[in-house]
């Protein structure tokens, strides 16, 4: 059973700054991409980042609103994998969830193609 374990969420004025690390259980973190989506209060869940293993020529990916602000990576010997969010602003507010892809299914902006997920951090940004 893998495990994900989401950390570094906070209150945070506009322009501010926050790092998320995601922790994840077991040997294999390096063979699974993995992606970070948020839900704000009273919508649907949203894409926010997606990091590919080397394998598949360790591309990221972002939802247009983050690109340029939002940077994920990932530590392959630390099982973990970051969302490093500069100039935050206020509708940035959510809770942020990272989640590990399943190589079977296709795409990777899709909560669909994702098995794994942690149980979130929120992150506010007040204005």
């Known amino acids: 059973q893998v495990q994900l374990v989401e950390s570094g969420g906070g209150l945070v004025q506009a322009g501010g700054s926050l790092r998320l690390s995601c922790a994840a259980s077991?040997?294999?973190?390096?063979?699974?991409?993995m992606g970070w989506f948020r839900q704000a209060p009273g919508k649907e869940r949203e894409f926010v980042a997606a990091t590919m293993t080397m394998g598949s020529g360790g591309r990221t990916y972002y939802a247009d609103s983050v690109k340029g602000r939002f940077t994920i990576s990932r530590d392959n010997a630390a099982n973990t994998v970051y969302l490093q969010m500069n100039s935050l602003k206020p509708e940035d507010t959510a809770v942020y969830s990272c989640?590990?892809?399943?190589?079977?299914?296709?795409?990777?902006?899709?909560?669909?193609?994702?098995?794994?997920w942690g149980q979130g951090t929120q992150v506010t940004v007040s204005s």
């Open positions: 989640a590990r892809r399943n190589p079977l299914r296709l795409g990777y902006s899709a909560a669909y193609a994702y098995d794994y």
């Open positions: 077991g040997r294999t973190f390096s063979s699974y991409d």
